[in-house]
């Protein structure tokens, strides 16, 4: 029986292990000088539920005269999304390709409690904390930045940790829905 028990502890340690080495030492670790949203890293793998996604950055693209980031996020499953992000003076922006417009995606002065919705207004996003933490089986995270997003059906906590981004999301009562992972090959 206490082999049982032991052989998922191990696993998870031997994967952990792994994780650093795959990474490289800084993982797990925040860059205090650096956003919450930087727009140049060229690819984050996540968990999300039973699935999961890659996210690559591609390059740059141009809406209305201004030049944004392109990422795709591709899911297990095939199907993709992307995602266009642009930094300004402390700001980060989003297009909505539907809409032809762009939105704050998040401000660097918002203070905790601030609330904005998206240009759907189907999402209500609140800023939580600066100083949040977040377990995940790769690492313990700290000081992080939680955003509260309410869409029409369901509500999700957001992590996001300077100089890495996003880095999860938890359910309202905490149980970890996403998060992300080293660089090693999804079967």
């Known amino acids: 029986m206490k082999q049982l028990i032991l052989i998922p502890i191990l696993i998870l340690f031997t994967c952990n292990c792994f994780a650093q080495l795959d990474e490289g030492e800084g993982f797990c670790e925040t860059k205090e000088n650096e956003s919450y949203f930087p727009i140049d890293i060229s690819i984050k793998k996540f968990f999300w539920g039973a699935s999961h996604y890659t996210e690559e950055l591609l390059g740059k693209k141009k809406f209305n005269g201004k030049t944004y980031i392109e990422f795709k996020q591709t899911w297990k499953e095939g199907n993709s999304d992307l995602l266009y992000l642009r930094t300004e003076k402390g700001v980060v922006y989003a297009y909505n390709k ?60 957001f992590y996001y940790l300077r100089g890495k981004g996003y880095i999860g999301a938890t359910a309202l009562d905490g149980e970890l829905i996403s998060c992300m992972t080293p660089k090693f090959k999804f079967d």
């Open 98 to 157: 539907e809409l032809k417009k762009e939105q704050v995606r998040y401000d660097s002065s918002f203070k905790v409690n601030h609330t904005w919705k998206t240009l759907d207004g189907n999402t209500t996003y609140t800023i939580m904390s600066y100083k949040g933490t977040l377990n995940t089986p790769f690492c313990e995270y700290e000081n992080l930045l939680i955003i509260k997003a309410e869409l029409k059906d369901d509500s999700f906590l």
